[in-house]
């Protein structure tokens, strides 16, 4: 009985979502996979979709809003300011959570005093709400998902050279400032661009739960846009030549 009421309401909701969902004042303005928690900010109907991952990149978080502003897509961007996210009372990065395997690695790393029940646990948070977040932040019909990151002296292009599939270093002393990209036409373009681009197309051996690793593993198009901590200018330059030439 209970669950023939439940089942009739979500019915009668989704139909409700199917002939309202186009007003803009009814589409949800945030989503979530527990504490990692999204603000989406949506202009006009392009399919494109762009994503800030980590809370402590804040220059990239600055592109993001200023470009949406007078560029179409749909964007993600996680609310707070550090880069983890808090799960059932430890930590995890949430660029680690888009796979069961990458996430227990991460969590083991982040929260060493763990027992493995407790690891199970937050894994169970996570798998119940993991496809749909990613239902969200994937983009449809084949339109590529653009992640903002901004690194420190720690990382840079030539930390994934070796993994690469193909490279195109147009910029080698900035190793710091580049794109790796998942689709190999998406590639062949960037590597028309003044900058540094690397494809990572065959999905890794080793799972470690990040959104490009997942986009390589589906066949998904994917960009992820770095550039160091506080360089604001060069982001929203790369960005704009990747939105007026990768379509
Ligand atoms: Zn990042």
């Known amino acids: 009985m209970n669950q023939r009421r439940a089942r009739g309401s979500s019915a009668s909701l989704s139909r409700r979502h199917f002939a309202f969902g186009w007003l803009p004042f009814l589409r949800p303005k945030h989503i979530s996979l527990n504490n990692a928690r999204f603000r989406i900010v ?5 399919r494109r979709h762009y994503l800030l991952i980590h809370g402590n990149e804040e220059t990239a978080r600055r592109v993001l809003l200023r470009f949406m502003e007078t560029h179409e897509g749909t964007a993600f961007l996680i609310e707070g300011n550090t880069r983890n996210v808090s799960l059932e009372g430890g930590e995890l990065d949430p660029n680690r959570m888009f796979s069961r395997a990458g996430a ?13 029940q407790r690891v199970n646990s937050a894994l169970a948070v996570l798998d119940r709400g993991r496809e749909r977040l990613l239902k969200a932040l994937l983009p449809r019909d084949r339109g590529v998902l653009v992640a903002l990151h901004n690194n420190s002296e720690a990382y840079s292009v030539k930390d994934e050279v070796d993994i690469s599939d193909s490279v195109s270093l147009r910029e080698p002393a900035n190793p710091h400032a580049f794109f790796l990209c998942t689709d190999r036409s998406d590639f062949a373009i960037l590597a028309m661009s003044p900058y540094n681009v690397v494809l990572q197309q065959s999905k890794p051996k080793e799972d470690d739960g990040s959104l490009s690793r997942l986009a390589a593993a589906r066949g998904l198009r994917y960009c992820n846009l770095e550039v160091a901590l ?4 060069r982001q929203f330059e790369m960005l704009r030549w990747l939105n007026e030439n990768v379509k």
């Open 42 to 46: 949506r202009h006009g109907n392009s």
């Open 104 to 116: 227990e690695a991460n969590l083991k790393n982040l929260n060493p005093d763990w027992n493995p």
């Open 230 to 233: 506080g360089n604001a200018d």
